[in-house]
């Protein structure tokens, strides 16, 4: 009898259990809904970090690793997915990696992740950033390739967002590309300033309120006027 007792009571143990994990569920993706209805971030990462916990799930944790990225924490994004190269992640889960490694100053770690992206759905706006991370990592000749492939299909009302200033703002993306076109030229050959002059003239042409190359522009004529003063 004292079995059959023991018994019984862990039935109930265990179905008591079953049903506050169930009643948990149902209410963090209760909550989870009415934070996005509410725009809450941080209650929306609340939610799906309960929900994890409680039933963990792949998709579900690039959500949250996006959310987090979204929201410029890109720490705690990395946190949450690994900065590992995988081949079998997600495109969510390389998209957050490739932005959130780039936004930490790790050029070489972010440019694996959006070297996957490429291979997938290559399109000129990764063809910028591969363009981008390539010039900062020395490799010109790849970011030529880059270049080249993105201005040859960037469509004319494909725009790319620049934020160094207090206002962030928006510029052609094909403007944006051959600014970087002209940087690798400087990089290549520096005693040639007016062959980055004219590719840069040549983006304030298509977008004449492009700033960061109106600032390029300005520190290549200073360049050229003294030379002498950067030796």
């Keep these: 009898m004292k079995k059959i007792g023991l018994i019984l009571l862990l039935i109930v143990g265990i179905s008591a259990n079953a049903q506050t994990k169930s009643d948990l569920l149902k209410h963090y993706e209760a909550f989870y809904d009415q934070m996005r209805v509410q725009g809450d971030v941080d209650g929306v990462i609340n939610a799906l ?3 994890n916990i409680l039933s963990p799930s792949v998709e579900r944790n690039d959500t949250l690793a996006y959310i987090y990225a979204n929201d410029n924490q890109h720490l705690q994004a990395l946190n949450t997915i690994g900065i590992e190269k995988n081949e079998k992640d997600s495109d969510l889960a390389v998209q957050v990696k490739a932005i959130s490694l780039k936004a930490l100053n790790q050029p070489k ?3 694996e992740q959006f070297e996957i992206l490429n291979q997938r759905i290559p399109n000129s706006y990764l063809a910028y950033e591969l363009a981008d991370l ?3 990592t020395g490799d010109n000749v790849g970011a030529t390739a880059n270049i080249d492939y993105g ?3 960037a469509k004319d009302d494909m725009k790319y967002a620049f934020y ?3 206002q962030p703002y ?3 993306l094909k ?3 051959l600014h970087l076109r002209a940087l690798v030229q400087f990089n290549n050959d520096q005693s040639n300033i007016d062959l980055a002059l ?3 003239e040549e983006a304030l042409r298509i977008d004449p309120n492009f700033n960061l190359a109106s600032l390029s522009k300005q520190a290549l004529q200073s360049r050229k006027e003294k030379p002498e003063a950067q030796e």
């Design 49 to 51: 970090t309960h929900l």
């Design 170 to 172: 928006e510029v052609s």
């Design 109 to 111: 770690r972010a440019l």
């Design 151 to 153: 201005i040859a299909n």
């Design 198 to 200: 004219a590719t840069i």
């Design 175 to 177: 403007a944006a590309l």
């Design 164 to 166: 160094e200033r207090q």
């Design 134 to 136: 390539k010039i900062q």
